[in-house]
């Protein structure tokens, strides 16, 4: 199996700062993409900022900018930094990593999604 898991969520103010982190474990072979999301209540869940295995980042717009999306490789594990938050920041922020793995048969593809970490922005 793969799991994902997210950490580093919390309550922060308004023009503060938070680093989320996502690591992906299991009998995985690599992984390829790997993206952050959010979801505040009532709204759809969106991009935030994605990553692919060479480095190549795609960013949400209302977040240019401010958020910046990083990965090792060798630990399996993305990060996303969050400066200047602001309000309409707060959300619940979910992994998305997709790669190869060991399925017990063979190599097979896989796109797995964390249980999510909630960002408060308040003061």
């Known amino acids: 199996q793969v799991q994902v898991v997210e950490s580093g969520g919390g309550l922060v103010q308004p023009g503060g700062s938070l680093r989320l982190s996502c690591a992906v474990s299991?009998?995985?072979?690599?992984?390829?993409?790997m993206g952050w999301y959010r979801q505040a209540p009532g709204k759809q869940r969106e991009l935030v900022a994605s990553?692919?295995?060479?480095?190549?980042?795609n960013y949400g717009d209302s977040v240019k900018a401010r958020f910046t999306i990083s990965r090792d490789n060798a630990k399996s594990t993305v990060y996303l930094q969050m400066n200047s938050l602001k309000p309409e920041d707060t959300a619940v922020y979910l992994c998305?990593?997709?790669?190869?793995?060991?399925?017990?048969?063979?190599?097979?593809?896989?796109?797995?999604w964390g249980q999510g970490t909630q960002v408060t922005v308040s003061s």
């Open positions: 998305n990593a997709e790669g190869k793995w060991w399925d017990g048969l063979g190599q097979a593809d896989f796109g797995s």
């Open positions: 299991g009998s995985i072979f690599s992984t390829n993409d």
């Open positions: 990553i692919t295995s060479g480095g190549m980042k």
